[in-house]
């Protein structure tokens, strides 16, 4: 029972942590171009001189 007490609020801070952490990629606009990545991999190039 002990260890409730320490585990809740370490629980509580890290669940924080990380929704502190995908609001902060959602302003700074990581999740805008979705298609972007998928079309750079499927890209070989070849059109640059």
Known sequence: MNT???L???ALILG???LAAF???LT???YEDL???S???LDDGDDRP
């Open 39 to 41: 079309w750079r991999v």
């Open 8 to 10: 809740i609020p370490i």
């Open 23 to 25: 609001l902060w990629a």
């Open 16 to 18: 924080g942590l990380g």
């Open 4 to 6: 409730l007490i320490y």
């Open 28 to 30: 700074n606009g990581q």
């Open 35 to 37: 298609d972007g990545a």
